[in-house]
């Protein structure tokens, strides 16, 4: 929880740090220093920004958004930028109280602006259509989490949707743009030329899971991140837990999961890269599905695995997705 007192040691941090900016990589002169606040758009924002950039991300490979704790060297980072990328849809539930602890004079560019949100009314016409959510699944209140975070009943996850990821592009396009317009050119260029690449990688996803037997086509993961996915690519998905890996899976939640499970046939439990594998552990001793793999669902790997960029991380997922289901 963001705390009096770790709202004061921020301010104090970053009164008396030094100059350091960016996490990994320090702030190339001449460059824009800006941030983004999880590991995912803080890819898109290098995609576009290129060399005329100098990106810090926040939350970084393998880390969880939802329950993350800001730190002084964030507000000192926040407060260098020039820009700061953020998601928007409540992902972040600490980015305004970091940005105004920070004393930040930088724009801010919400990266989801123009996207229409899914939200608890889309998952349950999804379980009457079997779209993105299993029919009869059960239904979460993602409106809270255990700890008070209002998401508003939104599913921030819109990058799960490639279409969406290209409006994330544009927005970041913009961005850079009104606060460096010698770069647009660049900014331009490297946004027509990433955009053709999701193009792209849009078409492999389509097909990729098209060749997945239609009732084949269902699978159980940690927390529910994949909704976008789910609705823009054909799959059906449940979860324990809600939209924020805050939001716990009651004993009841869990024993209506296993019931579906079995009742349904559904071949595969997947877990996820920022979650806790036990529960889809115990999920799959007690109803005998199979272990899918991992799945990328709010953060890139480190640079060492399989989806250290977002276009990876869409290949590596749906890689795990046609060996577990295809079959």
């Given at each position: 929880?963001?705390?009096?007192?770790?709202?004061?040691?921020?301010?104090?941090?970053?009164?008396?740090?030094?100059?350091?900016?960016?996490?990994?990589?320090?702030?190339?002169?001449?460059?824009?220093?800006?941030?983004?606040?999880?590991?995912?758009?803080?890819?898109?924002?290098?995609?576009?920004?290129?060399?005329?950039?100098?990106?810090?991300?926040?939350?970084?490979?393998?880390?969880?958004?939802?329950?993350?704790?800001?730190?002084?060297?964030?507000?000192?980072?926040?407060?260098?930028?020039?820009?700061?990328?953020?998601?928007?849809?409540?992902?972040?539930?600490?980015?305004?109280?970091?940005?105004?602890?920070?004393?930040?004079?930088?724009?801010?560019?919400?990266?989801?602006?123009?996207?229409?949100?899914?939200?608890?009314?889309?998952?349950?016409?999804?379980?009457?259509?079997?779209?993105?959510?299993?029919?009869?699944?059960?239904?979460?209140?993602?409106?809270?989490?255990?700890?008070?975070?209002?998401?508003?009943?939104?599913?921030?996850?819109?990058?799960?949707?490639?279409?969406?990821?290209?409006?994330?592009?544009?927005?970041?396009?913009?961005?850079?743009?009104?606060?460096?317009?010698?770069?647009?050119?660049?900014?331009?260029?490297?946004?027509?030329?990433?955009?053709?690449?999701?193009?792209?990688?849009?078409?492999?996803?389509?097909?990729?899971?098209?060749?997945?037997?239609?009732?084949?086509?269902?699978?159980?993961?940690?927390?529910?991140?994949?909704?976008?996915?789910?609705?823009?690519?054909?799959?059906?998905?449940?979860?324990?837990?809600?939209?924020?890996?805050?939001?716990?899976?009651?004993?009841?939640?869990?024993?209506?999961?296993?019931?579906?499970?079995?009742?349904?046939?559904?071949?595969?439990?997947?877990?996820?890269?920022?979650?806790?594998?036990?529960?889809?552990?115990?999920?799959?001793?007690?109803?005998?599905?199979?272990?899918?793999g991992d799945l990328y669902s709010d953060a890139l790997s480190d640079d060492k695995g399989p989806a250290?960029?977002?276009?990876?991380?869409?290949?590596?997922?749906?890689?795990?997705?046609?060996?577990?289901?295809?079959?």
């Amino acid at each position: 929880m963001f705390t009096r007192r770790l709202l004061l040691g921020i301010l104090a941090g970053a009164a008396l740090a030094g100059p350091a900016f960016a996490q990994g990589a320090p702030e190339a002169a001449g460059k824009l220093p800006v941030v983004a606040s999880f590991s995912i758009l803080g890819d898109f924002v290098k995609q576009v920004g290129g060399d005329r950039v100098s990106v810090a991300t926040i939350v970084g490979p393998n880390g969880d958004a939802h329950v993350y704790q800001p730190t002084p060297a964030d507000a000192k980072r926040v407060a260098a930028a020039k820009v700061v990328f953020v998601n928007g849809l409540g992902f972040e539930g600490w980015m305004d109280r970091l940005i105004k602890a920070s004393g930040t004079k930088a724009t801010i560019v919400v990266a989801t602006k123009g996207v229409t949100p899914r939200t608890d009314a889309d998952d349950d016409d999804d379980k009457d259509h079997g779209k993105g959510a299993a029919k009869g699944a059960d239904k979460h209140d993602h409106g809270k989490d255990k700890h008070g975070h209002d998401h508003g009943g939104i599913d921030p996850h819109a990058w799960q949707s490639i279409a969406n990821a290209k409006v994330y592009v544009a927005n970041i396009r913009d961005g850079l743009i009104a606060a460096d317009p010698d770069g647009r050119t660049t900014y331009d260029a490297n946004a027509a030329a990433y955009l053709a690449r999701l193009d792209a990688l849009e078409t492999q996803v389509k097909a990729a899971i098209a060749a997945i037997p239609e009732a084949q086509r269902r699978i159980i993961t940690s927390h529910d991140a994949f909704g976008y996915f789910g609705e823009a690519y054909g799959l059906i998905l449940i979860s324990p837990e809600g939209v924020s890996t805050e939001s716990e899976a009651s004993a009841k939640d869990v024993a209506r999961i296993i019931r579906q499970i079995k009742a349904q046939k559904i071949p595969a439990v997947f877990m996820e890269n920022i979650s806790d594998p036990r529960l889809m552990q115990r999920i799959a001793k007690e109803t005998g599905a199979k272990i899918g793999g991992d799945l990328y669902s709010d953060a890139l790997s480190d640079d060492k695995g399989p989806a250290s960029t977002y276009i990876d991380m869409m290949n590596s997922n749906v890689r795990a997705l046609s060996a577990a289901l295809a079959s």
